[in-house]
């Protein structure tokens, strides 16, 4: 059976909803960019040199050895500049022109959803395309491939570091200001490619379907929030994610 048939039912229900609702709010995870050919963070090929991500992307790691840490990103970058979005980021894209009231939020810090041309998007982890000085703390954009290693503040010449947020940090906060607001009023909630283990993104949509919103989950594998989802959609974010808007412009 494709997989246009196998989700038949769950599609058409959930187009239905999308259909009749106000605010839908999505939260993508690494699971969106893998086919975009960048590898996700667990399961099979997420490892780079045997380092598990909490071991690189700590103040900790950075402090001890912010060579290896820099190697990992830049490592990371090069992927991400010859990465093109895909058919379920421009999905998406088709989305938000099509729900009155849309807010993407992403883990990601790859910056796809933004190239696909999703216009209100949430990036909670920040940009790997940012860098931030650990001396005097200004922010730029930082788009070179290669990166010298170690970069360098060209206004003070301090250590420039990553400007994500890493383990043991706090997100910032006007950005979860806006995530919580966009939380508490959703209607629908998808949850795509995300394994759901890394607060407080692992609890976002715990938290909506607290205010009633209901869940729907993209993925072709479980996750910790599969049993609570109204709608669960196994599969690739590239291939389910356009047939949902398909089925959504069938009901309009
Ligand atoms: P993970 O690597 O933990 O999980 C990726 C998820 O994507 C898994 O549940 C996979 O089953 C799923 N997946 C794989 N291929 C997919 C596809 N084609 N379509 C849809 N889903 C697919 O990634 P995240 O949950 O995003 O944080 O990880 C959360 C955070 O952990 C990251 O933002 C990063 C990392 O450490 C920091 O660096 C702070």
């Known amino acids: 059976?494709?997989?246009?048939?196998?989700?038949?039912?769950?599609?058409?229900?959930l187009s239905r909803l999308l259909q009749q609702v106000e605010r839908v709010v999505v939260l993508t995870g690494a699971g969106i960019s893998h086919e975009s050919g960048i590898p996700t963070f667990r399961g099979p090929g997420g490892l780079w040199r045997n380092?598990?991500?909490?071991?690189l992307a700590t103040p900790q790691a950075f402090a001890r050895d912010p060579h290896l840490v820099?190697?990992?990103?830049?490592?990371?970058?090069?992927?991400?500049?010859?990465?093109?979005?895909?058919?379920?980021?421009?999905?998406?894209?088709?989305?938000?022109?099509?729900?009155?009231?849309?807010t993407l939020i992403t883990q990601n810090v790859d910056g796809l959803h933004a190239r696909a041309g999703s216009r209100r998007v949430l990036e909670v982890h920040g940009s790997i395309w940012e860098v931030r000085c650990t001396a005097c703390g200004l922010v730029r954009e930082d788009r070179r491939v290669p990166l010298p290693l170690l970069p360098r503040c060209q206004a003070c010449g301090g250590l420039l570091r990553?400007?994500?947020?890493?383990?043991?940090e706090s997100l910032d906060s006007g950005v979860l200001e806006a995530v919580h607001l966009a939380l508490k009023q959703a209607q629908v909630m998808l949850v795509v490619g995300t394994s759901a283990v890394v607060q407080p993104a692992a609890s976002f949509a715990l938290w909506a379907r607290q205010?009633?919103?209901?869940?729907?989950?993209?993925?072709?594998?479980?996750?910790?929030?599969?049993?609570?989802?109204?709608?669960?959609?196994?599969?690739?974010?590239?291939?389910?994610?356009?047939?949902?808007?398909?089925?959504?412009?069938?009901e309009a």
């Open 211 to 250: 205010s009633g919103a209901k869940l729907a989950e993209i993925n072709p594998d479980p996750t910790p929030l599969t049993s609570v989802c109204d709608f669960v959609l196994p599969g690739k974010a590239g291939e389910v994610l356009p047939l949902l808007v398909e089925a959504l412009a069938e």
């Open 162 to 168: 990553p400007n994500v947020v890493w383990f043991g």
């Open 1 to 13: 059976m494709d997989k246009k048939a196998e989700l038949h039912p769950v599609l058409v229900n």
């Open 51 to 55: 380092f598990r991500p909490e071991d």
């Open 70 to 102: 820099w190697e990992w990103y830049d490592w990371r970058r090069g992927l991400i500049s010859r990465a093109e979005p895909h058919a379920g980021h421009r999905a998406l894209v088709r989305l938000e022109e099509m729900v009155p009231e849309f």
